[in-house]
């Protein structure tokens, strides 16, 4: 376990924040639609053996919302400066949800400063006949409900109650999520076809219960990248990172153990 720290970057002209922690490899976490949750458990947990980066995107939570965020293409060419600003090479690039999306756009841009690529419940990609969850319809309750397996810890989170810093963080959070994802829905209809591109070794995580992308999804992620792996874990929804610590942690040291 090692100390975490909070600091203030500059990307050109977008300041961010981002937690950073721990030693050895790089490995940079991109968070989801729903913004950074801290620094979580298994954070700590690997940063006995890795350096932490997990900043928050233009757009979410302390950093700037810039005049040129439109859309996830934006987002895509931000981290590629923030690779170069910061130098940043053999990089373990673990995305979550919309930040595996992202993930995945980088990924197939082959900057060449990445060792391995873990997406985790991603978005990115369509799968006909398989519908998605609309997160932009449910309530905020029924999010935080279907967003866990566990029905007890969906319920207390329900019931959490937001202080007035947290709300604002939510809903610029919200309204820059809608702005990345709310057409074409959580997705990009071009990316499917430069997955083939990914020649890292690739780690794709999933909870067999997701309610926003089941599935269906993992596999058509699996088999478009060449040489992936797929773990698909029960009783767990959309965080494998915080619902099955163990199998994710576990899931991270096979897949860098390749690189």
Sequence with gaps: MADKLTEQLTIGDCKIGMMKGGSGPTLLYLHGA???KG???FMDRLSDRFSILAPDHPGFGSSDTPDWLDGMTDLVFFYLD?????DLRDVHL??????????AELAVRGTGRFRTLTLVSSAGIRVPGVPMGDLFMWSAEEKARR??????VGEQRANAVLTPEE??????NAFTSSKLCWSPRFHNPDLEKWLHRIRIPTMIMWGENDPIFPPPYAEAY???????????????????????????I???DAITAKS
């Design 250 to 252: 576990a899931g991270i």
């Design 82 to 86: 923030f690779l170069e600003q910061l």
């Design 94 to 103: 673990v995305g979550h949800s919309m930040g595996g999306w992202l993930a």
């Design 147 to 152: 967003m866990v397996f566990d029905p007890e």
């Design 167 to 172: 709300a604002d963080v939510a809903l610029k």
């Design 39 to 41: 620094w979580l458990p």
């Design 222 to 248: 699996n088999r478009m990248i060449a040489g992936s792996e797929l773990r698909v874990f029960p009783e767990c929804a959309h965080s494998p990172q915080q619902e099955k610590p163990d199998d994710f």
């Design 34 to 36: 729903g913004g950074s």
